[in-house]
């Protein structure tokens, strides 16, 4: 590793001032895009292009050139993330996804230049559908050219570098960043039509494994390790994330990425999203209506505020109740994914909480169809006099009261045809992690 | 019954997650017969398992517990032999199989 000194900082500022000034040029981010192998992602985006209709239209789609032959260029806007502009990066993935069925647009220029805020959610969502147009176009004997420009802040070219966009392109990386080193990255996905076989484990447990070597490599880097609970805790959410995803989307197909940026030990975040295609919570529950052992746990709920809110959005918040779920019936032990996750979530943020600024807070988002959940801690699970784990968002957490509409609400227009969850929290609870050498659990 | 050890090392990888996982362990080491022909059943997670999700356990051992009727019943016939790590969601799964019946 190159010693940090003052001429070596004043080295790289210029250097990085003059590549900010040459990509005021516009200069394409790729050149030579390989044909990328996504038949799996493919078929993800062809279900957003089907399901999240873009019905709300945002002026950010500049015609560059006329038809026949269009150029499109796509301004991202300051806040690009999941977490805290989700309408507007689902209808950007939308009117992509469209724009890529239509064989007259031939490129696309992807401008992150005025971007401020950003996340692993949307980049990965954007990236993933840039390289499912271009893989099908491909396919098709077509050709889709893409080109960009980064945006100012170091942080976050290492985020569309590493796992975003230009990643997913394997497109030419024009900025030079020894810190890109620093950067860690974890991505599974699931297998269609995986057999269940128990004498050589899924790829749910493989990515759980997976998961938990990559935390502890992680922070490796800050001379930590997970403990021993910490390991066990971490494995057993994200499983119970991935296992939900498997068995209610109705395709089996799941992703996971982990990301995080070693580059400031002072703030080290690690950013954790997880997703399925396929059904909503709201879809899954909506095909048992005639199902009363089912539906009976969700309906004097949904019934009781059907004045203030939609079904959609009650029908979500009531599912993520302990015991209930869309198999019930068939196992009264059911119901617990997401509660445990939720719990999880109080561990990791409580510390947070506790004293800190808060943009040192935790931040968990829940999207499933068109409605989205925020968890920042203000509202956790708690257990009621039965020793049933709820969470309704509200000040009282009873079920008679609605959900507070500040944490609880139906997305604008746009939906994700499936559930993603994305959290970010700060690798430094110390019920989880441990210096490394330690050996108290 | 010739054998009445539940030894999760035989299985595949060593995070133990999924409830249809679970359910087929529950079939794999035919518990059901177990509940009638043992006494006792050993419960064995290897040393190095990784993760044990609430789930995988509710799905293998979740019926069972409820027959049994209590946390006690169910220790006294199935004994643990688990890292300590295990201990809570073990714990936890249990009343949660307890609770599921009264709601």
Excluded at chain 1, 98 to 125: F, N, P
Excluded at chain 1, 187 to 212: P, Y
């Amino acid at each position: 590793m190159k010693k940090v000194t003052d001429s070596y900082t004043f080295l790289q500022g210029k250097r990085y001032q003059r590549w900010l000034k040459n990509q005021e040029k516009a200069q394409p981010l790729v050149n030579n895009a390989s044909v990328v192998n996504k038949e799996a992602h493919l078929e993800h985006f062809r279900t957003i292009s089907r399901r999240s209709l873009p019905s709300k239209k945002i002026p950010r789609w500049t015609p560059a050139s006329r038809p026949p032959k269009q150029r499109l260029e796509l301004k991202i806007p300051e806040d690009f993330s999941l977490l805290g502009n989700p309408e507007d990066v689902l209808d950007i993935i939308s009117q992509l996804s469209h724009m890529g069925e239509d064989r007259q647009v031939v490129s696309v220029h992807i401008d992150h230049s005025k971007m401020l805020e950003d996340d692993l959610a949307a980049e990965i969502l954007l990236g993933q559908t840039v390289a499912y147009i271009e893989a099908s176009r491909k396919k098709k004997g077509g050709k889709f050219h893409v080109s960009g420009t980064y945006p100012q802040d170091r942080e976050k070219i290492r985020l569309l570098n590493s796992v975003g966009v230009v990643k997913e392109l394997n497109a030419k990386n024009d900025h030079e960043d020894s810190d890109v080193e620093k950067v860690q990255i974890f991505k599974r996905h699931g297998l269609l039509h995986e057999e269940l076989n128990i004498h050589v484990g899924d790829q749910k447990s493989r990515a759980i494994t997976g998961f938990t070597d990559y935390l502890n490599s992680c922070l490796a880097t800050i001379g930590k390790v997970l403990t021993e609970k910490g390991e066990q805790r971490l494995g057993e959410y994200v499983g119970e994330i991935i296992g939900n995803a498997e068995e209610y989307s109705g395709t089996g197909y799941w992703h996971i990425y982990g990301y995080v940026d070693g580059t400031n030990p002072e703030k080290i975040y690690a950013e954790v999203v997880i997703y399925g295609l396929g059904q909503s919570i709201y879809d899954s529950f909506d095909g048992k209506r005639n199902n009363h052992e089912v539906y009976n746990r969700i309906e004097p709920y949904v019934s009781a505020h059907s004045h203030l809110c939609s079904e959609r959005l009650l029908t979500t918040v009531a599912a993520l109740q302990q015991f209930v779920s869309t198999k019930i019936d068939e196992d009264p032990t059911r119901g617990q994914g997401t509660i445990d996750l939720l719990e999880f979530f109080n561990t990791i943020s409580r510390e947070c909480i506790e004293g800190l600024s808060e943009n040192k807070i935790s931040k968990l988002k829940l999207i499933t169809g068109g409605v989205s959940i925020d968890v920042d801690g203000t509202y956790l699970p708690q257990q009621d006099a039965n020793g049933r784990s709820t969470i309704y968002f509200n000040d009282l957490n009873v079920e008679s009261m609605p959900p507070n509409e500040k944490y609880v609400k139906e997305l604008n227009g746009v939906s994700f045809p499936g559930t993603l969850i994305t959290i970010k929290f700060p690798l430094r609870d110390d019920s989880l992690i441990k210096e490394s050498g330690d050996d108290n659990v | 019954m010739s054998s009445c050890i539940v030894d999760f090392g035989q299985l595949g990888g060593r995070a133990y997650a999924g409830r249809p996982n679970g359910q087929a362990a529950y079939e794999y080491f035919h518990i059901d017969k177990m509940m009638s022909e043992c006494e006792i059943v050993s419960v064995k997670f290897p040393d190095d398992t990784k993760t044990l999700t609430s789930s995988y356990f509710l799905g293998c051992f979740g019926k069972t517990i409820i027959e049994m009727g209590s946390e006690e019943a169910f220790r006294k016939k199935f004994k643990m032999e688990n890292p300590t790590k295990l201990n809570g969601i073990i714990s936890k799964c249990i009343k949660t199989a307890l609770i599921a019946t009264s709601y």
